[in-house]
T-cell receptor, first 115, second 114 residues
């Protein structure tokens, strides 16, 4: 069935290590988004992509990188430059067919912790 | 309402009662609004949306009301059930927004007492 798959569900990072979070969607959506959620807070935008091979920084892009080589995939790398990476990371996608006003749909997240 | 730091506002209701969750949005240029439900350890789930040219929209057991004069959005849940217990977020989309990005509120926790 169609949806957004994030993996792994839990991830641990050592000091100085880069880690990559996977996000795959089979909804044929053009736009994809990465958010960070801290306990008891709303979502903050890290990066977004509206089309293959193009992406834009969100509000908190420092210490993160992304790629968009395929329409269905939008991996997020948390680099060692991100000093406070512990959070719940959410990937979303949205159709851009027709009306601009369409909701984003989310995966079930990856929880990243520091060892 | 909106969250403050780590402590989410909490609404506690009796099973079977109606729930009203409120959200004050920030941008008068926002033209699209969405309510999401987030259960523990999961991603936000779309509930209902509304465009700025409307003031009310109904779904199954849910109604969203939009008051643009005071920049206020509310979600009404009829006959609240234990499965409705979750954190509810509102999101707004500013109209002049090339990436169709959303701005999220801090969330309200709904607890349903059996």
């Amino acid at each position: 069935d169609g949806g957004i798959t994030q993996s792994p569900k839990y991830l641990f990072r050592k000091e100085g290590q880069n880690v990559t979070l996977s996000c795959e969607q089979n909804l044929n959506h053009d736009a994809m988004y990465w958010y960070r959620q801290d306990p008891g807070q709303g979502l903050r935008l890290i990066y977004y992509s509206q089309i293959v091979n193009d992406f834009q920084k969100g509000d908190i892009a420092e210490g993160y990188s992304v790629s968009r080589e395929k329409k269905e995939s939008f991996p997020l790398t948390v680099t060692s430059a991100q000093k406070n990476p512990t959070a719940f990371y959410l990937c979303a996608s949205r159709s851009q067919v027709g009306d601009f006003n369409q909701p984003q749909h989310f995966g079930d997240g990856t929880r990243l912790s520091i060892l | 309402g909106e969250s403050v730091g780590l402590h989410l506002p909490t609404l506690s209701v009796q099973e079977g009662d109606n729930s009203i969750i409120n959200c004050a949005y920030s941008n008068s240029a926002s033209d699209y609004f969405i309510w999401y439900k987030q259960e523990s350890g999961k991603g936000p789930q779309f509930i209902i949306d509304i465009r700025s040219n409307m003031d009310k929209r109904q779904g199954q057991r849910v109604t969203v009301l939009l008051n643009k004069t005071v920049k206020h959005l509310s979600l009404q849940i009829a006959a609240t059930q234990p499965g409705d217990s979750a954190v509810y977020f509102c999101a707004e989309k500013p109209g002049n927004n090339a990436g169709n990005m959303l701005t999220f509120g801090g969330g309200t926790r709904l607890m349903v007492k059996p």
